[in-house]
């Protein structure tokens, strides 16, 4: 078996092009995560910059709501730029850095990805440009500009489906012509090795925290975690150091869409089957033949027809579930918390909320669930407005 | 000897062209193949559609949505070829992402392959590294995997050469496939390090479009492959476009055989 697999899944399906440098970062991340210099840069960078450790805070009202379980939440909504993308753009662009480039490309779909690029490229001195769906560009515009008054080129991307997997089409595209000085931040624990495993640690943080503080406040650990899953950043960031822990369930809750029976979803362990697309063996949604289907969600951070390969094989062993959650039950939840904790979420973030919602009321009082709030719902809310027919005349 | 090798035999530089099957439909890409095999070319390349094509300019990301509005599959460009072999006996061969192989069923593929007499495939996403996940059907059936070396391979140019069947298909440039007006990477010295270690054939691709470049391109190789240059013609004539291919794959073949 070749490198990067987790079981069955993983691997490097690229193009030729890409090999070396691929192989290139693989030997500099090899390196460097073992440096004492280069952590403790990170670390400061996440301490003073990024605003870590993020808070474990007990929803107290919705706890007392839902009358189950009690339910904290990871708050990574609380870091600077808004979600948890900012902790593995961190990491790679100063790997990115350390490793001689001058330039970064990455691929956005809600666009919390390429802020977070945005502002790392912004902070260390690297020119930025970011390839993003043209729906995905209408449904958050707002971050558009963000990205732009960072000083990053956000480029629409008009083929295909026009969302987050064309988007990494494209800056596949654009790596491959300029793969001799620029450097690719993938978002997601996803594309050929050593991508899943590079954001994956840089993301373990907040398993790693949630452990400690879980630990401070409740002197144990939780039932289960869970979180949202589109590539699955977050949701393997939070489960990694807890696989070990064979007694807390480790839950990934997918976009569903308009429902899984239907076509208008993002389900991919729900619905998907195994393939080989951007650079892995996983599982996405395709037809017979091998086309990669469209998928939809409300949730432009959601909307992508694979899964990283991590998961994939997470799932296969049993370690970890994957449910599915509508745009109607997420936009419920996004309603709920917003009125009953004063905390707006992702829209993407969402949909772990209401998937939490569904479980703690038939689960005792003393058990403990942890859910990650991946991103704040700033971004959303002119779309939820349209979601819901509220004219907001922008 | 394979049908791929003895093309190229006795020095003879080859013309390759590609098209994407189904591109404007499978009808027009029967009438393609059979005017180019009747131009003089070599070997033919037939893309496979895909929804998500990442090695691929836009011309040729245009054929694929082409081909795949028109209702192409795997299967029916299957039973195409099955029409086209009762014709020609020009080396066919398949370019496509590792997607559509590997859900058809690699087995299955190769077999299907074989007995259309389809004499390789080229699998731009599928490096050498993960190779084995085709090769133990590939050579079951007898189906070349043909490798691919980038400008950016340099120390790995002898280790994909060595192992290399069919051809060697030398990519141009760096990017995605398109035509360009200058092709900039040192070919020449490529080549040099790939008859170090092999005297399977190569041919160079991505960014040819003029008689000039073919054959140049031809002249530092063994050929020259040819593809967003004739599906742009392909998009320009539509239903049309046999005779045009037709004339312009003539001249590449003459000019390919003077290099």
Not at chain 2, 178 to 189: C, E, K, L, P, V
């Amino acid at each position: 078996m070749t490198k990067g697999r987790y079981g069955r899944h993983g691997g490097q399906y690229i193009p030729e092009t890409l090999m070396n440098a691929v192989l290139e970062l693989e030997r500099a991340y090899d390196y460097y995560k073992n440096e004492p210099q280069f952590m403790e840069e990170l670390q400061a960078l996440y301490r003073e910059y990024a605003n870590r450790p993020s808070l474990l805070y007990f929803a107290e009202k919705m706890t007392r709501d839902l009358g189950g379980a009690k339910i904290y939440l990871k708050r990574e909504d609380l870091n600077h730029t808004g979600s948890h993308k900012i902790n593995n753009v961190l990491g790679q662009v100063l790997l990115a850095k350390k490793m001689g480039k001058k330039r970064v490309i990455a691929e956005t779909g809600a666009g919390q990805h390429g802020v977070a690029t945005a502002t790392a490229a912004a902070l260390m001195d690297m020119e930025c440009v970011v390839y993003m769906g043209k729906e995905d560009t209408e449904r958050q515009a707002l971050n558009v500009f963000r990205m732009e008054l960072l000083g990053a080129k956000v480029v629409p991307v008009e083929t295909g489906t026009m969302t987050l997997k064309d988007a990494v089409n494209e800056a596949l595209r654009s790596w491959t012509a300029n793969v001799n000085d620029t450097y690719y931040v993938l978002g997601s624990v996803m594309g050929p090795h050593p991508y899943p495993e590079i954001v994956r640690d840089f993301q373990r943080v907040i398993g790693k925290e949630v452990k400690e503080q879980m630990l401070a406040k409740e002197g144990r650990l939780p039932d289960i975690v869970m979180a949202c899953v589109g590539g699955g950043s977050n949701a393997m960031g939070l489960f990694y150091d807890f696989i070990s822990e064979t007694d807390v369930q480790l839950i990934g809750v997918e976009a569903a869409g308009r429902g899984i029976e239907t076509e208008e979803t993002a389900a991919t362990i729900n619905r998907g089957s195994l393939g080989i697309f951007h650079g892995m063996k996983s599982y996405f949604m395709q037809d017979k033949y091998g086309q990669i289907a469209p998928v939809y969600s409300i949730s432009a951070g959601l909307d992508y027809p694979g899964i990283g390969p991590e998961h994939a094989h997470l799932y296969d062993t049993g370690r970890a579930s994957y449910v599915a959650i509508t745009d109607t039950e997420a936009v419920r939840a996004f309603s709920y918390l917003s009125e009953t904790e004063g905390i707006i979420p992702a829209i993407e973030s969402a949909h772990a909320l209401a998937y939490a919602m569904k479980v703690a009321p038939e689960m005792s009082k003393e058990k403990i669930i942890v859910v990650n709030l991946s991103g704040r719902g700033d971004k959303d809310v002119a779309a939820i407005a349209r979601y819901m027919g509220v004219d907001l005349h922008e | 000897m394979s049908k791929i090798r003895q093309a190229f035999k006795n020095k003879k530089k080859c013309f390759i062209p590609f098209i994407t099957g189904g591109d404007p439909n499978l009808e027009v890409s029967k009438e393609l193949i059979l005017a180019m095999a009747a131009a003089g070319a070599d070997i033919i390349e037939i893309g496979i559609p895909f929804s998500d094509p990442v090695a691929e300019g836009e011309v040729i990301q245009r054929g694929n949505v082409r081909a795949l509005n028109a209702g192409t599959t795997t299967d029916k460009l299957f039973d195409m070829l099955a029409e086209v072999r009762n014709v020609t006996q020009v080396p066919l061969v398949f370019l496509t992402y590792v997607n559509p192989i590997f859900i058809y069923g690699t087995e299955r593929f190769m077999e299907k392959c074989r007995q259309l007499e389809i004499d390789g495939v080229i699998v731009p996403d599928l490096p050498y590294e993960e190779k084995n996940e085709l090769l133990s059907n590939c050579r079951k059936y007898d189906v070349d995997l043909i490798s691919l070396i980038a400008p950016t391979s340099d120390d790995r140019i002898q280790m994909i050469a060595r192992e290399a069947m069919g051809y060697i298909y030398v990519v141009s440039s760096l990017g995605v496939t398109g035509i360009r007006s200058n092709i900039t990477t040192d070919i020449g010295a490529i080549v040099k390090r790939i008859r170090e270690v092999t005297d399977t054939p190569v041919a160079v691709g991505f960014g040819i479009a003029t008689l000039e470049q073919a054959e140049k391109m031809a002249g530092l190789s063994d050929g020259a492959i040819v593809g967003s240059a004739i599906v742009k013609i392909v998009e320009q004539y539509g239903k049309d476009a046999a005779g045009p291919v037709k004339k312009y794959v003539e001249e590449m073949v003459a000019a390919v055989r003077k290099a």
